[in-house]
């Protein structure tokens, strides 16, 4: 995998991989940056969340769960002293859906943290990461 960034001004960037899609990077005012992107923390903790998130829907679609609708929520805290990696995080996975089984969602959770999402593993190596999850009928 490759990837590339070009500065735009400041510390804001844009950068992109090999699916040629451009991405902006900026960071926070306190830092030199002026908010015009995403810091490339935040874009960790997303990468995290799409990376399992990815897993999940698509071991529920392979048990054939009637999923209506998904969300999953991400909180991060960071070390204090630099690098100011992420120590504690939590992920909520949220499914919408008549008849979801709680023993697949589980199912799907587990093989997404143990087998399937490098996101995780490599962040796993720095922070402890919990997750919960919730069913509901309706969005």
Known sequence: MKAMLKQVDGLSLVGKAGSNHWITMD???????????????????????????????????????????????????????????????????????????????ERAIELSESKYCSVSAMLAKTAEIVTEYEIREHK
């Open 27 to 105: 960071g926070a005012p306190e830092s030199g940056g002026s908010v015009a992107g995403p810091t490339p923390m935040e874009l960790v903790l997303l990468g995290l969340g799409g990376c399992t998130s990815m897993d999940v829907i698509s071991i529920l679609q392979k048990m054939r769960m009637p999923l209506d609708g998904y969300e999953c929520h991400l909180e991060a805290e960071r070390a204090a002293d630099h690098p100011k990696v992420f120590t504690n995080i939590k992920v909520k996975f949220v499914f919408y859906g008549k008849g979801i089984s709680k023993e697949a969602v």
